[in-house]
């Protein structure tokens, strides 16, 4: 079965950047989104289509994805940015979603 | 205000059944894909199943195949998980998550309900 790859956790300062990587094989060829996961909540989108941002989503969240590796952007990171980030394609071979691991992101 | 609301969760012996069922309000959803996503306690997201807009495709995850079945009823404007044959690893919180078109599987979930706990123990 496709396997997303995602680090379990990742540090950053406020106001500095935070990239999290998705990693699967030849994931350039894929749609790869992206969703965010505060504590006792429901995920939300804030990624689709590898790079476009849905309305109410900051600015500051970019995505892009190429090769075999995808990465979400956080520019100028706050404090209300500290969730688990999920990245998701569809497998086409064995029609089924797929969501990496989660990475852990921590406003330090 | 568009909402997804899940219902029918609780607590359930080990191989008994549940039948889970999303409302949607604010949105009429035969124009989209919907899903079941699950997370168990302390875990990430696992996606469950999938059925396209007039449930002329329904796909399973491996681990739910021959146990859950994914239904729609959009007269009704709801989405349903009949899960049977419950295991203790079943446990989650299961969200239902609307795709963003009729049709199209590889969209992503821009809506998601608050999400119904399951839990199966003896």
């Known amino acids: 079965s496709y396997v997303l790859t995602q680090p379990p956790s990742l540090s950053v300062a406020p106001g500095k950047t935070a990239s999290i990587s998705c990693g699967g094989n030849?994931?350039?060829?894929?749609?790869v989104h992206w969703y965010q996961q505060k504590p006792g909540q429901a995920p939300v989108l804030v990624i689709f289509?590898?790079?476009v941002r849905p309305s109410g989503i900051p600015e500051r969240f970019s995505g892009a994805n190429s090769g075999n590796m995808a990465t979400l952007t956080i520019r100028r990171v706050e404090a209300g940015d500290e969730a688990d980030y999920y990245c998701?394609?569809?497998?086409?071979?064995?029609?089924?979603?797929?969501f990496g691991g989660g990475t852990k992101l921590t406003v330090l | 205000e568009v909402q997804l609301v899940e219902s029918g969760g609780g607590l359930v012996q080990p191989g008994g059944s549940l039948r889970l069922s999303c409302a949607a309000s604010?949105?009429?959803?035969?124009?989209?894909?919907m899903n079941w996503v699950r997370q168990a306690p302390g875990k990430g997201l696992e996606w469950v199943s999938y059925?396209?807009?007039?449930?002329?495709?329904?796909y399973y995850a491996d681990s739910v195949k021959g146990r859950f079945t994914i239904s729609r009823d959009n007269a009704k404007n709801s989405l349903f998980l009949q899960m049977n044959s419950l295991r203790v690893e079943d446990t989650a919180v299961y969200y239902c998550?609307?795709?963003?078109?009729?049709?199209?599987?590889?969209?992503?979930?821009?809506?998601w309900g608050q999400g119904t706990l399951v839990t199966v123990s003896s």
């Open positions: 998550a609307r795709g963003q078109s009729a049709h199209d599987p590889t969209s992503g979930l821009p809506g």
């Open positions: 604010g949105i009429i959803l035969s124009k989209y894909t």
């Open positions: 059925i396209s807009s007039t449930s002329t495709a329904l």
């Open positions: 030849h994931l350039g060829d894929k749609s």
């Open positions: 289509y590898g790079s």
């Open positions: 998701q394609v569809w497998e086409s071979s064995r029609d089924q979603v797929v």
